[in-house]
């Protein structure tokens, strides 16, 4: 079950979210609960302490008139529950959606000054993305590749890498590749081409993943990525390549 | 260690022994210490070619590992005398010459004129590499010294408004016309008052940045910015008292990135600059996010050396921005487009 919680210290709003929110538990056959509604993060915190190992959708108003504010409540509560989903709920425009989106990695900010309909709107969207997200959570078991930078830990699923490449010009980086990121981290070839199924080593200076490949061009030795990238592949090592590639399929 | 950091190292240390093996042993014993001279020693045409090439080898291997860019001349130095050396030993094997003298100057003149030339070399690179930065620094400078300009006009001009203002409210207020002022003060002190402020808020939190250089490359930029009508947001949720990285480097990272994110939105003639600098358990971050046209190449494409949305010639900023990120083991960049939106992340962590 995905339990939902909400911190606000506006007596007001308060009830107006749980309202949102129990309508929404009614009119979806969700696999949920509204299991706290808090005005301080001190009952909010003792109550996750409490009951430990639950997942957790957490509505939280940024300015809570207390000793933390809700950036700050966000960063202890992702502590005590790992997968926790977090949305704020600010008054005025904060300026602080990159803090919310990249520190808290928060999956909404629902402005109080936009109109009733629109909020609703959007608190309705985060409970249906955070349910898929618990339900995906529970049901399959998906990889990440890992980046450790420090203590800070970056996580990138292997069904959204293509591909690795050690580039020419920076020899101590790697470059991992998504449909619509590079991520530039500190590596070599071969520590990736270790990782095992779906990579695939397929050049000195990549590593590819297999169910990325959209086609192998036998000629001229390429492989064209599914976001249109192509990239080399060595000689000794195409017909390895095909080979896996018949397998996948 | 990888097979070809192992290669170059057993090359230039086999490289090194031929070198000396040969000139001592081989010349110098001969000529020196037995007082002979045995033309046999030097008939072959390949062994003054191994001279130089076990001489230059090195050097070029030197040199590359320093940096990927050899100035022309030092090719030019290297094919002049490896030239030389073998027209002695053809002379000699030829037979039209058979003093020993003719191959020992040249051999003895590369290695002595050669082996300074690379330190020469190096230290012109490293010169040239300060000179570059200097004059990094020298624009950053201008920039700055513009936007106080900028900022004192600012001023001036408010202190004239300001003035205005408060002579009009004392008309107002020797006619005792109250109700005149209020309008007065609703209609122009109040919005004026809003475009004052509103600009500061946005980088309100640049006061929480208590590292020097780095506030004031932000500032200058974000001022930059907003002066050219850029809607410009800074965040920063904490104070930032340290950054564990150099701080030129840093300063000058960020400088491309912003330069960049400005051309794009100053090109686009609308969209937003979001910046935001915070701490995450322990390692800091730097975002920079900028709207950036529907169409844009492939972040592969981006990252080409030399490439640039506006043509040839430009586009070094990138290119700079990844061989600074090359030494910096603690960084990690992550560069995403998604929804017209362009993102460069840095984190650096605390620790390598």
């Known amino acids: ?20 929110i129990s309508k929404h538990l009614l009119l979806n056959d969700f696999d949920m609960s509204l299991a706290l509604s808090a005005n301080n993060p001190t009952t909010l915190l003792d109550n996750i302490k409490t009951h430990t190992g639950r997942n957790g959708l957490y509505f939280l108003d940024v300015d809570l008139q207390c000793d933390i504010n809700g950036i700050e409540l966000a960063v202890e509560i992702k502590k005590l529950d790992v997968s926790a989903t977090i949305v704020f709920v600010t008054t005025l425009s904060e300026m602080s959606h990159l803090v919310f989106k ?14 009733a309909n629109e909020a609703e709107r959007r608190i309705a969207e985060c409970m249906q993305v955070a349910y898929q997200r618990f339900l995906d959570g529970k049901h399959s078991s998906i990889k ?37 990121s590079i991520l530039e981290f500190r590596g070599h070839i071969n520590d990736v081409a270790r990782l095992g199924s779906p990579f695939i080593m397929c050049h000195q200076s990549y590593v590819v993943n297999l169910d990325k490949i959209r086609q192998v061009d036998k000629v001229n030795r ?9 990239i080399t592949i060595s000689r000794r090592r195409i017909a390895e390549i095909l080979q896996s590639m018949n397998v996948v399929i | 260690m990888n097979l070809r950091t192992a290669l170059k190292w057993f090359f230039l240390l086999f490289c090194i022994i031929f070198t000396f093996q040969y000139i001592y042993v081989s010349l110098l014993t001969d000529i020196f210490v037995l007082q002979i001279y045995r033309p046999s020693s030097y008939q072959h045409v390949l062994e003054p070619m191994l001279i130089s090439l076990s001489g230059s080898l090195p050097v070029m291997i030197l040199v590359r590992s320093e940096t990927s860019r050899i100035p022309p001349y030092v090719h030019w130095i290297a094919h002049a005398l490896l030239t030389l050396v073998l027209v002695c030993g053809l002379l000699i094997y030829l037979g039209w010459v058979d003093f020993s003298i003719w191959l020992i100057i040249p051999a003895i003149g590369f290695i002595s004129v050669y082996i300074p030339s690379v330190f020469f070399v190096k230290r012109y690179l490293h010169e040239q590499k300060k000179a570059q930065q200097n004059s990094a620094d020298r624009e950053q400078l201008l920039h700055r010294i513009d936007e106080l300009m900028h900022q004192y006009t600012a001023m001036r001009k408010f202190k004239h408004d300001q003035c205005n203002i408060f002579s009009s409210m004392d008309i107002f ?29 946005a980088l309100e939190s640049l006061t929480r940045i208590n590292i020097q250089e780095v506030k004031s490359i932000l500032t200058i930029k974000l001022s930059m910015a907003q002066n050219l009508g850029i809607n410009t947001t800074f965040e920063a949720d904490a104070a930032i008292d340290d950054i564990p990285i150099d701080s030129i480097t840093i300063v000058r990272m960020l400088g491309i990135l912003l330069d960049n994110a400005i051309e794009e939105l100053s090109t686009l003639k ?52 990844f061989e600074l990120t090359d030494s910096l083991p603690n960084l990690t960049v992550l560069t995403s487009v998604k929804d017209e939106m362009f993102t460069q992340k840095l984190m650096i962590a605390s620790e390598v």
């Open chain 1, 1 to 20: 079950m995905l339990h939902i919680f909400i911190c606000e210290d506006n007596d007001v709003h308060r009830t107006k979210l749980e309202s949102v």
């Open chain 2, 173 to 201: 207020a020797t006619d005792e016309n109250w109700v005149g002022m209020k309008h007065y003060y609703n209609d122009k002190i109040k919005p004026a008052f809003a475009v004052i402020t509103e600009g500061d808020f």
């Open chain 2, 270 to 321: 609308m969209g937003t600059l979001f910046v935001a600098c915070f701490k995450k358990n322990g390692s800091t971050n730097f975002i920079v996010q900028n709207t950036c046209r529907p169409n844009i190449p492939s972040l592969r494409t981006l990252r080409q050396p030399g490439f640039s949305t506006k043509g040839k010639g430009r586009g070094l900023g990138l290119d700079t921005l």
């Open chain 1, 144 to 180: 990440y590749f890992t980046i450790k930078i420090g203590d800070q830990v970056l996580n990138t699923p292997y069904r959204d890498i293509l591909y690795f490449e050690s580039s020419v010009n920076q020899r101590h980086k790697l470059l991992l590749h998504t449909t619509d």
């Open chain 1, 102 to 115: 990249y520190k808290v990695e928060a999956m909404d900010y629902i402005p109080k000054d936009i109109p």
């Open chain 1, 222 to 230: 390429l492989i064209e990525i599914s976001n249109g990238d192509t």
